[in-house]
């Protein structure tokens, strides 16, 4: 019996490495065509910068083009962002997610991460736009809005378009996964595509953390000589907080939930999330030191039924939590008219770069002029 799972496994793998020598090979014969002249970039009538990673998901791309775009903004650029807006209706066909004043499209047609950018961009009055071709979404914004910057969310792999300035996230704990291309690995591009990148942000450097990938970071540092490395980590806050219907006991009752972490301490909670790596939002919610009864995980993006939601209240119920916990990317997701049985914390993260805050400033500033 172990023979034959032993046998299975090595088939997988063996299936996996063919897969994804067919789809190094597919990434390569792309780049050289771009390389070559014989696939063209185009280029749009404003500066172009583009935040990207080389790995799928959970880099922090999000929460960093809203650092960005509020950053363009206070050095006095005026800005649009430009997201695929994966998953969505308007995926392919391409549209308005906000012209900055207003929510125009939801997230069924837009995709979760578009909308959640744009609601946080809304007091800036930065529109956001969506479409998997981002060159003619360029020329809307352009035509719409007359930007003098575009921010392309996750656009390292978009090489029809041509950028000003190419900043590739890599997370500190796993830069580069197990070094494997997709599906064996995480990777979407071989280690040789970091030389198309201008900086390179690590991701999660929390000074406190001890889950750096050392050897991978020492690597990286050593092959980009002469390039700019900055960190920076992800600061989690309380984004809103939804009230309940009332269930609560009367002890919770007296306690009544704020903005501050202060008020979730100690509290009966149960998380749940959709997200890349809903790992790293359980680890979160742990350290808010709150007693976890509970935590229910989905996939990616995943669109909630009413049975995920009874589904939650009954796992919430049966654990005697008094509250729930969700990202703010899952709340993009939920019907927002929900009457919740309890209250609902929602989490959202914030990216700092700390002593390097400065720097990048800097490095951004002079690109640009």
Not at 10 to 27: G, K, P
Not at 61 to 77: E, I
Not at 204 to 209: A, F, G, H, K
Request: net charge positive; proline share 4%; charged share 25%.
């Amino acid at each position: 019996m172990v023979t034959d799972r032993k046998g299975r496994l090595s088939y997988l793998e063996s299936f996996l490495f063919v897969l994804s020598f067919a789809y190094a090979a597919a990434v390569k014969l792309r780049a050289i065509g771009y390389q070559s002249g014989i696939l063209t970039s185009k280029r749009l009538p404003c500066k172009v910068i583009s935040v990207g990673n080389i790995t799928v998901g959970g880099t922090g791309k999000t929460p960093m083009t809203v650092y960005l775009a509020r950053l363009l903004h206070q050095l006095g650029h005026r800005i649009a962002v430009i997201s695929r807006g994966y998953r969505g209706d308007a995926e392919k066909t391409g549209g308005i997610v906000s012209n900055g004043r207003e929510i125009l499209l939801g997230f069924q047609s837009a995709g979760d991460e578009p909308v959640m950018m744009a609601k946080q961009l809304k007091d800036l009055e930065i529109p956001l736009l969506v479409g998997q071709n981002r060159y003619r979404i360029g020329l809307l914004a352009v035509k719409e809005f007359k930007p003098d910057v575009i921010i392309l969310d996750d656009g390292f792999q978009h090489l029809n378009l041509v950028r000003d300035i190419n900043l590739v996230l890599l997370d500190s704990r796993r830069p580069f996964g197990n070094k494997h291309l997709l599906p064996r690995g995480p990777l979407r591009e071989t280690l040789s595509s970091l030389s198309r990148g201008d900086a390179f942000i690590m991701t999660r450097s929390d000074p406190t953390s001890i889950d750096a990938d050392i050897a991978s970071l020492d690597e990286l540092k050593a092959t980009l000589s002469g390039r700019p490395i900055f960190s920076c980590s992800h600061v989690p806050y309380v984004y809103q907080v939804i009230k309940g219907s009332g269930d609560a006991t009367e002890s919770f009752a007296k306690r009544p939930l704020s903005l501050e972490f202060e008020s979730i301490k100690g509290r009966r909670a149960f998380a749940f999330s959709g997200i890349a790596r809903n790992d790293d939002f359980r680890r979160t919610v742990e350290r808010f030191e709150c007693d976890m009864k509970g935590f229910i995980d989905f996939p990616d993006h995943h669109r909630y039924l009413d049975n995920d939601l009874n589904t939650l209240y009954c796992a919430a119920r049966d654990t005697d939590a008094e509250i729930l916990l969700t990202t703010e990317k899952d709340y993009t997701r939920l019907d927002h008219g929900i009457h919740w049985p309890m209250d609902l914390v929602i989490i959202g993260i914030k990216i700092s770069f700390g002593r390097d805050e400065n720097d990048f400033s800097t490095f951004i500033k002079g690109r640009l002029e």
